[in-house]
């Protein structure tokens, strides 16, 4: 269903867009939000998730929380894998419902790298990186660690050289897996410093082997996994994101205005289905950084297919970058969270609900698909 708005100022933003295989219906897309519900042992998901995606359908497209490619890419309590047939099976309970409300969702395939804990390790060993590194801050271990549910990061290790192809493999078998349940595409989550971009950054990255060194090589590993993944899906239901400042574990790239514009046009050429691209904002960094700005129209510039922006962008100024051109599409994570019908909200100018930030983790239907709609916030005012 198609949505109209009054405000000339927004209307970019409810134009459809060509994404890849298909049509976006507007450019409000969804961003990914990890909110921790899935079952604990298995990391599948549940009918409250298929509830919780299926009141934001309404987005031109929904990318769908990080999702981990193996036991070892998990680094947090109680989010969903896509290695297991149980796990598959559970995710398509989400699509089906998604396509059924006229939706369509990518699945973000995740390997968090350093950004865990053994707690989650095959055998209790160490995370993996790109290099030795402990991170800044705290593992989000939920109720895995007897000395509660945040303790600090420990060292991770260097991924040896013999290991990347069995890496490249579970993307691989994780995309087979998300074609499997139903996903419209699957986009490669090489940002946030999780693993592939702790390949990327020179903070992270002291190898010497044809992964190290140079910026060519610091890019090979996301490129090799693109490719993997292009090898199971056409590559139009492929996208990617890249985030050139800031994320977990403290960590940034000396030279970001070069490294990521390469990223990107590392990219291009390969009728990949969009590159989405993370200025900096309250996750990634402080956002206060306007050269963030300038390396996103520097990427916009190197990659050839849609471009897709994200970072703590209200209504007003996502359409002003549609309309300039800096964008296709934009996604939006807390007011998608707090609005499940943001579309719709944004083409009356709100209201809006303000999300709980106490309920972002964890639990179960509170402050996750009790979020009222306009339509229920209609239906309880007084006659």
Known sequence: MSIKTENADLK???????????EAKNRIFMAPLTRSRSEAKTNEQTGLHALYYVQRAGAGLIVGEATQISKQGQGYAWTPGIFTESQVESWKVVTDAVHEAGGRIFCQLWHVGAISHPVFQPDGGQPVSASAWTPDGEAFVGDRHEDGPQVPFQESRALRTDEIP??????????????????????????????????IRSATNDRDDDYGGSLDNRLRLMREVVDAVCDVLPADRVGVRLSPQGGPGGTEDAQPEETYPAAAKALAGRGLAYLHVIRPNSHTGEGKDESGDKILHRMR???????????????????????????????????????????ERIAQDGPYNEPDEETFYGGGAEGYTDYPSLEQVDDALPA
């Open 12 to 22: 970019p933003l409810f134009e459809p867009v060509s994404i890849g295989a298909f």
């Open 166 to 199: 069995g890496l490249i493999e579970d993307y691989r078998h994780a995309a087979k897996c998300a074609a499997d349940a139903g996903f419209d595409g699957v986009e490669v989550h090489c940002a946030n410093n999780y693993l592939i971009d702790q390949f």
């Open 301 to 343: 510039e190197a990659f050839d297919g849609p471009f897709v922006a994200n970072g703590n962008f209200q209504p007003e100024e996502a359409a002003r970058w549609i309309a300039d051109g800096h964008a296709d599409a934009v996604t939006f994570g807390r007011l998608f969270l707090a609005n499940p019908d943001l579309p």
